[in-house]
């Protein structure tokens, strides 16, 4: 190196070298959601109603007789409570109007990835949620408060309760077998439901992946330089049942077996934001949403709990 070089460290003026990307590895996808409908409620406290027919029976009448008259049985009103969810941010006048790299608006930065959050925090709260709230602070109840018919426990677990809305109670741990998938399938068949998704925590896929065998086997594709170690849809004997790995469920304990015709996304006031009173020299904005799960009819989904 010649005597005095000048080099980099020594330098006073280098532009700094920063990509004019933000990255984010934090998936924005919302399976439930994304699957079921989407519908209008109007009061805090959502309703509807279910009804059931009568067991087919040997229907055979007398040639010439009377008419008798069956006892009707009324429909049964269910409900769930909205639940409001919220983010909020304040930013600086300054932050907002100097150079950045990656946005050109903190704001219009902010609003977009926190609306992304808030759509999370909204399937969680959809699928593990156990009981409902009412009150100021109310709680909407998920899908783990709601699936009883269909659902199966390990020892000491006991299954939600949601005339009383008694929460489910955790049992001890178990395999995740295909028995216990055919038993769950079988539940929500014979109950009217036509369910085409497992949902389930991604260890949970991995899990089936690794122990499910069914029918099939999983082999390397030598052509292809594949190696297929995964299965992504069971074929049960009423439908195909897509194997979805949910990344916003926290619990692993449970696999919910859906039928996105049987439940819906109640919305008392959609997702949006709105600019607060300002204080001082920054601007400040609130993404909020009010909704509920409506779940039509639980009797034709279905529950394994207490897996692994």
Request: charged share 25%; net charge neutral; with cysteine.
């Amino acid at each position: 190196m010649p005597a005095n070089a000048f080099l980099t460290n020594a330098a006073i003026g280098n532009r700094e070298d920063l990509v004019d990307i933000i990255y984010n590895t934090a998936p924005t996808d919302t399976p439930l959601i994304s699957a079921i409908d989407k519908v209008k409620a109007t009061a805090v406290t959502h309703e509807w109603q279910r009804d059931v027919l009568a067991t087919p029976a040997n229907n055979a009448v007398a040639e010439g007789a009377d008419a008798t008259y069956n006892a009707i049985t009324p429909t049964q009103r269910l409900s769930n409570q909205t639940q409001i969810s919220r983010k909020t941010f304040s930013i600086s006048d300054t932050q907002e109007r100097v150079s950045k790299a990656g946005r050109k608006s903190e704001i219009r930065y902010q609003t977009i990835k926190q609306g992304k959050e808030l759509r999370k925090d909204m399937e969680l709260a959809l699928i593990e949620n156990p009981t409902l709230t009412t009150g100021a602070t109310r709680q909407t109840r998920g899908l783990r408060g709601w699936l009883v018919t269909g659902g199966s426990f390990g020892a000491g677990g006991a299954n939600p309760n949601f005339g009383t809305n008694t929460a489910p109670t955790d049992g001890t741990l178990r395999t995740f077998t295909e028995a216990l998938m055919r038993a769950a399938a079988l539940s929500a068949y014979t109950n009217g439901g036509n369910i085409s998704m497992l949902m389930v925590h991604p260890s949970i896929k991995q899990n089936i992946s690794a122990t499910f065998t069914g029918a099939g086997t999983k082999f390397n594709k030598g052509e292809t330089k594949q190696l297929n170690t995964a299965w992504d849809v069971i074929k049960t004997d009423f439908g195909d049942l897509d194997i979805v790995p949910n990344r916003v469920m926290q619990r692993t304990r449970e696999a919910y077996y859906i039928d996105p015709d049987l439940c819906a996304l109640a919305v008392l006031r959609d997702m949006e934001d709105q600019e607060l009173a300002r204080i001082g020299s920054a601007r400040n904005f609130m993404i909020e949403s009010e909704y509920a799960l409506e779940v039509r009819e639980e009797r034709g989904m279905a529950c394994t709990r207490d897996i692994q």
